[in-house]
Structure formats: structure tokens, C-alpha cells
């Protein structure tokens, strides 16, 4: 499949092009407030109770008042947004890349966030290179999330593309593996130095 085939590459947001991860800046935070295991709180927060909240099919009250619940913490102590306000930075490796990119390729991001940190992100840290994003789409606003196969065919629909015009990159397997069973070409993201390594395996300049 050669370069002259793909027509737009999309880019995750959190921890990719934002310096974010739960994982590793929003859960020992909680861990460390409620006393609760890490494991426990990636399990009572990631599997459900997240997914509601990047579809916008439950409200930040409603979140933080089950998660509140569920770590037995006062609800003012979930900060759900003000972590992510305070430490969430560009990763400006990556802004570079889809900045060489744009020349050639149309660039777009696909996101599973929430409404309170999507505002935030756009309006605070992406503001000055959302021009280089033709097509965005966040699961706060389509009401659909990673990994599910229907999001990738809804972003496919929208761009009035097909799955080998595309090159999808992630920081987590289970969205790139999503992605590939939709029939789109997806990058492991570890790094920038390795992101350009694996496009240009890819056929892409960079």
C-alpha cells in the first residue's frame, strides 16, 4: 500500500498529542486520596463509569458523585477536570510531526473525552494548531468511543473515506487494535521518534 494511497492520518489526543494519561496522572491521584489500590480504581473508573462520561451519556455531577461513592471520598476530591487543567501539556513532538504532515495529508484527531476536558484542551492547548486539524471528532460530541468498530466507521462515513486511505495512530492497543478490525491501518504510539519510524515504513514522508 503506497503512499499515494492515504489520504489523511488521525491522531489520539490524550497521550499523543496532549502529555496526559490517566494512567499514569489522574489515577495515582486518586489512589493516593482514597487509599485505594490503583488497580481497583482503573477498574471502578476506566470500565464504566469513564465510558458514560466520554459518551455524554452521563453528566460530570452524575460522575463524580458515583466515583465519590465508590472511593468513599468527598466529591469535591474527584477533581476529574482539574488534574487534567494542571498537568495536561502539548506534546510538541508530536504537533511538529502533523505539522510536516499537513502539506501532504489531511490531519484530523479522534478523541474519547469528556465535554470538560475537551473545552478545555481546545480552548487552552490546541487553540493555535486546530488549523491543522480538518476533520475533529470527539466522543463527547458523536456519542460513540474507542474502541468500539462503530466509531471508526462513523469517522471513515464523516471523511468520505475508506479504511486503506487512512492511518490511524494510538497510545493504547485496544483502540489500535479497534481500528484495524474497522480495516484502517494503525500505529502503537510509544513515541514520536518511533511514530516517524513506523510511517515511514508506511510509505510516508516525513
Same mark, same amino acid.
Request: glycine share 6%; hydrophobic share 40%.
Given at each position: 500500500m503506497g503512499e499515494h494511497m492515504i489520504k489523511c492520518i488521525i491522531f489520539d489526543i490524550g497521550g499523543v498529542i496532549i502529555d496526559f494519561y490517566n494512567i499514569n496522572d489522574?489515577?495515582?491521584?486518586?489512589? =493516593?486520596?482514597?487509599?485505594?489500590?490503583? *488497580? #481497583? %480504581?482503573? /477498574?471502578?473508573?476506566?470500565?464504566? @463509569?469513564?465510558?458514560?462520561?466520554?459518551?455524554?451519556? =452521563?453528566?460530570?455531577?452524575?460522575?463524580? *458523585? #458515583? %466515583?465519590? /461513592?465508590?472511593?468513599?471520598?468527598? @466529591?469535591?476530591?474527584?477533581?476529574?477536570?482539574?488534574?487534567?487543567?494542571?498537568?495536561?501539556?502539548?506534546? #510538541?513532538?508530536?504537533?511538529?510531526?502533523?505539522?510536516?504532515?499537513?502539506?501532504?495529508?489531511?490531519?484530523?484527531?479522534?478523541?474519547?473525552?469528556d465535554r470538560s476536558r475537551y473545552v478545555f484542551t481546545v480552548k487552552s492547548i490546541l487553540k493555535p494548531y486546530l488549523r491543522l486539524f480538518k476533520y475533529r471528532f470527539a466522543s463527547c460530541d458523536i456519542h460513540l468511543r474507542k474502541p468500539d468498530i462503530g466509531v471508526y466507521r462513523y469517522v471513515l462515513k464523516r471523511m468520505k473515506l475508506k479504511g486503506s486511505e487512512v492511518i490511524f495512530i494510538d497510545n493504547q492497543i485496544e483502540n489500535v487494535v479497534g481500528a484495524r478490525k474497522a480495516g484502517i491501518r494503525s500505529i502503537w504510539f510509544k513515541n514520536v521518534r518511533q511514530l516517524e519510524k513506523e510511517l515511514r515504513k508506511m510509505g510516508i514522508s516525513v
Amino acid at each position: 500500500m503506497g503512499e499515494h494511497m492515504i489520504k489523511c492520518i488521525i491522531f489520539d489526543i490524550g497521550g499523543v498529542i496532549i502529555d496526559f494519561y490517566n494512567i499514569n496522572d489522574y489515577y495515582p491521584y486518586l489512589s =493516593k486520596v482514597s487509599g485505594v489500590p490503583l *488497580k #481497583k %480504581v482503573v /477498574k471502578i473508573i476506566d470500565y464504566e @463509569e469513564r465510558v458514560q462520561l466520554d459518551k455524554g451519556t =452521563k453528566s460530570q455531577r452524575y460522575f463524580d *458523585k #458515583k %466515583v465519590a /461513592k465508590q472511593l468513599g471520598i468527598g @466529591e469535591k476530591k474527584v477533581m476529574w477536570y482539574e488534574v487534567y487543567a494542571k498537568t495536561a501539556r502539548l506534546c #510538541k513532538g508530536t504537533i511538529n510531526l502533523a505539522k510536516r504532515l499537513h502539506g501532504n495529508y489531511d490531519i484530523a484527531y479522534l478523541s474519547n473525552t469528556d465535554r470538560s476536558r475537551y473545552v478545555f484542551t481546545v480552548k487552552s492547548i490546541l487553540k493555535p494548531y486546530l488549523r491543522l486539524f480538518k476533520y475533529r471528532f470527539a466522543s463527547c460530541d458523536i456519542h460513540l468511543r474507542k474502541p468500539d468498530i462503530g466509531v471508526y466507521r462513523y469517522v471513515l462515513k464523516r471523511m468520505k473515506l475508506k479504511g486503506s486511505e487512512v492511518i490511524f495512530i494510538d497510545n493504547q492497543i485496544e483502540n489500535v487494535v479497534g481500528a484495524r478490525k474497522a480495516g484502517i491501518r494503525s500505529i502503537w504510539f510509544k513515541n514520536v521518534r518511533q511514530l516517524e519510524k513506523e510511517l515511514r515504513k508506511m510509505g510516508i514522508s516525513v
